[in-house]
């Protein structure tokens, strides 16, 4: 589903990703993992479509299509979703407008007519259900004023709503209580099924108790120094980065 | 350059003295404020406050109100839609027109007459009018100077909680047949409550001229929200004055929309008089092609633990400017001054441009006073995040757009109202329909 070669991506003349590579089949959970500033947000952002990034070399497909040259609406209309590490605040714009916005646009994409207003709202109060989310969220700025834990939330409430082919979660279970991580991880385990894959970035081992992943990856400078099934993660949380970064130099 | 236009002025004054009603303006007070204007000149952009209006369009104006017509030719349909419950008093190019107007019950408290001054009342205006010190009342004193007629509206005491009125100015004239000298007098007695809409449109897209001027004295815990709605066409000049005193207790709420004209440019004065005394003034403006918004906004406190509220929301595309200089003076005495000031400006075109100007003069001690001022274009990040949840680029940088008016237009309380600002909004940024509409 979606194949990263060799990518090489700079930021403001300073280089983050050095030859990159990976591979995500559909049905997958992958999880990366590295230390602060290895390039694990840049990847995403790169494959989300995020102004500012220049890609020196390399190619990514999606479905065999060549995902670098979509706009970033099209990534998404195509199934692709990013959810933020930082969400930004949209005061001013309204959360169910952008829900509906956004699930109008992928309507759009597929030929279809614009979804029915009832239907819409029974749907996304059954996703808030199950993210425990109370209704009052819908009618408030997108993210205005939201707890840290709430934000994510709610990029996990815009995902199920969105039900995407390929989510790339950011941290998505930093700064979560544990009731908290568990709700968004049964908001991923809902969605998953053969057609969809997932790219967790994480720092902790603790949410893939939750999303068993297929594989781990350790990304160290901007390469994977290291993939391994989820034990991995566990030598990880033993042994530290030290351990894959050595090996790598 | 001031000085042939005042001479130019004080021509088209004596050419037209006749036929400017004795009973709007006595011929007397008008001569005095020929003097003044002749004496002081029109502002130019080398003055302090005046930089951003387009003042050199004044050449070509003429001054002298347009002849009243004989014969309206206006019908009801050709206006815009009145609003429920809010009766409704036009003025065609600055005149009375009652055959389309829809006056309020008698019982509502409200007295509205056009042109018979009350004695008491002028009394009144005079004393509590007198304007902030560093007040600019030139293109007021060109208003009274020319008005052929004057909207006088004297809400009682006691007046049913609240009176509600909407005066429409439409300009029907244009530029070679004369200006129009919109002039509304508000006398608000004790207690009274009032809703008044005020809106400026011009039928027809020729240039034209109008210089408003809106005198408000609000007595002792009266309380107005005062809607206001600049919709002239396209190639208008408007060059308007609003002058407000606030007695103690009262509440005074302006919420100015300026959309239309290829010049704008408001001056509005507002002294707080009495202690306790409240100002809020929520302002947006959307400007495109070659428009020119220009507000300057001045609050003086001049009593103790009165409070002033500023919101300035404004887009400019195209090649268009918006501009907000908001200015608060704390005089000494006013202390427990409460001002809270937030001026944004947003950049939609590469040529356009955008000036909020913050300012204070505090000469007390014991005031809070807060403001903000930011200009720039729409935020990377939240059109980014809007992009990867796949809205159109162009629907995701007008529903920025829309969040950005949001905090002055929800404030609109009107619904009727609000729906129609909407809709001019939406037509003024180039969409067929409002988007939160669509959505
Ligand atoms: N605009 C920029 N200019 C220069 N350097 C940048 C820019 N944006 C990101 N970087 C740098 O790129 C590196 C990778 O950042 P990135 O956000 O991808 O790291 P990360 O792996 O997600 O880290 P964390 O675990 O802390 O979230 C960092 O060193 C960061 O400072
Ligand atoms: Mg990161």
Redesign the pocket.
Known sequence: MLIIEDLHVT??G?K?LNGLTLEVRAGEVHAIM?P???????LVHVLAGRP?YEVTRGRVTFDGRDLLALAPEERAREGVFLGF?YPVEIPGVNNVYLLKAAVNAARKHRGLPEVDAFEFLDLVRSKMKLMQMDESFLSRGVNEGFSGGEKKRNEILQMLVLEPRLALLD?TDSGLDIDALKIVANGVNSLRSPERAFVLVT?YQRLLDYVVPDRVHV?VRGRIARSGDRTLALELEKRGYEWVAGEAA | MTAPLTARIAEEFRAAASRLPAGVVPPQRREELLAVLTREGLPTSRDENWKYANLRALERMRFAPVAPRTEPSLLAADLPAPIQGYARYTFVDGVFAPALSCPLESSSGVTLSVASRSREASERLAAASALPAPADARFAALNEAFALDVARIRARTGAQCPACMELLFVSTGDAESGAAYPRLELDVEPDARLGLIERHVSLGAESSFSAPAVDIVLGRNAAVDHYRVQEMGPKALWIDTLTAGIAHGAAYRLYMVSLGAASARSTIQVRLTGELAEVGLHAVCVADRHQVHDTFALVEHAAPRAKTEQTFRGIAGGRARAAFNGKVIVREGAHGTDSRQSLRGLLAGPEAEIDVRPQLEIYTDDVRCSHGATAGKLDDDMLFYLLSRGLERDTAQRLLKWAFLEDVVAKIAVPELRRQIERSLAGQMNETTALKELL
């Not at chain 1, 602060?36 to 840049?42: A, D, F, V």
């Open positions: 930021v403001g300073k983050i590295g602060n500033g290895s390039g694990k947000s840049t500012g590490q941290e720092h990304l």
